[in-house]
C-alpha cells in the first residue's frame, strides 16, 4: 500500500506519504494564493523523499473541505486526475476530520477552520475519529463551543468567541493520510472526492444586458 494524501482547503498546500503503517514523507507550506502553483511540486517533494513515483501508489485521498472555492478545487481536481491517469481509487475526507485527527483529542471538541467573511467552518467531534455532526459554517459568536476545547485556525482567529486554540492549525496531510488508510484498513466506506461547499460561489452569471433607449 502506497497512498498519496494532499489537502489544499486551508492556507496549507500541504501532502504527505503513507505505507500503511506509518508516514513515510510529509511537506507544507502556508500559501493562502498560491495553491495551484504549490501542489504538484509538493507532492513531488514527498514522492522524492520516500524515494517513491506516481506510478507506485495505490490510491489518492484529497482533502474535501469545506473550504474556498479555488483552493479546493485545486485539490480535488489533481486527485480525479492522478486517478484517472494512474488507475488507482481517489477518495475525498472531510478536511476538518483531518484537523481532528490530528489533534488526538479523546474527548468532546470542536474543529474549526477559517471560512472568511468573518465566519468559520466548524464540526463537533466526540474524539479525534467521531464527528458528531455537520460541518457548518457560522459566525464565531454562534458556535455552541460549550467549554469544549477547539482546535484549528479558526480558533486562533477569534480567541474571544471560541477559546484559546489547541493544536493543529490545519489539516496536515499526514493526519489525513493516517485516518485514511486506519479507514481503509477496518473496511470503512471513504467518500468519493467531491467538494463540501458550505456557502454558493461568489461568481454569478450575468443577468440580461440592460435597455437602452434613446
Known amino acids: 500500500m502506497l497512498v498519496l494524501a494532499f489537502d489544499t482547503a486551508t492556507p496549507a498546500v500541504t501532502a504527505a506519504l503513507h505505507d500503511g503503517g506509518r508516514v513515510l514523507a510529509e511537506s507544507t507550506t502556508i500559501d493562502a494564493r498560491r495553491h495551484g502553483e504549490l501542489l504538484a511540486p509538493t507532492i513531488e517533494t514527498v514522492l522524492r523523499e520516500a524515494g517513491a513515483s506516481l506510478r507506485d501508489l495505490t490510491a489518492v485521498v484529497a482533502g474535501s ?37 490530528g489533534s488526538g ?31 457548518f459554517v457560522d459566525r464565531p459568536a454562534d458556535v455552541p ?42 473496511g470503512t466506506p471513504l467518500d468519493l472526492p467531491r467538494p463540501i461547499y458550505l456557502r454558493r460561489p461568489d461568481a454569478v452569471a450575468p ?7 434613446a
Open 207 to 213: 443577468g440580461a444586458p440592460k435597455r437602452v433607449t
Open 65 to 101: 473541505g469545506p473550504g474556498p472555492y479555488t483552493g479546493l478545487r485545486v485539490g480535488l481536481m489533481t486527485a480525479q486526475a492522478l486517478a484517472t491517469t494512474l488507475g488507482v481509487p481517489a477518495y475525498g475526507i472531510c478536511t476538518l476530520d483531518a484537523v481532528a485527527y
Open 145 to 186: 463551543v460549550e467549554g469544549r476545547p477547539v482546535v484549528g485556525a479558526g480558533a486562533a482567529l477569534y480567541p474571544a468567541d471560541l477559546g484559546e486554540s489547541t493544536a493543529p492549525p490545519y489539516p496536515y496531510a499526514g493526519s489525513l493520510a493516517a485516518l485514511a488508510v486506519e479507514r481503509l484498513a477496518a
Open 105 to 135: 483529542l479523546t474527548e468532546p471538541f470542536i474543529a474549526a477552520t477559517d471560512a472568511r467573511r468573518k465566519e468559520v467552518f466548524w464540526a463537533p467531534y466526540a474524539d479525534l475519529r467521531t464527528r458528531i455532526d455537520g460541518p
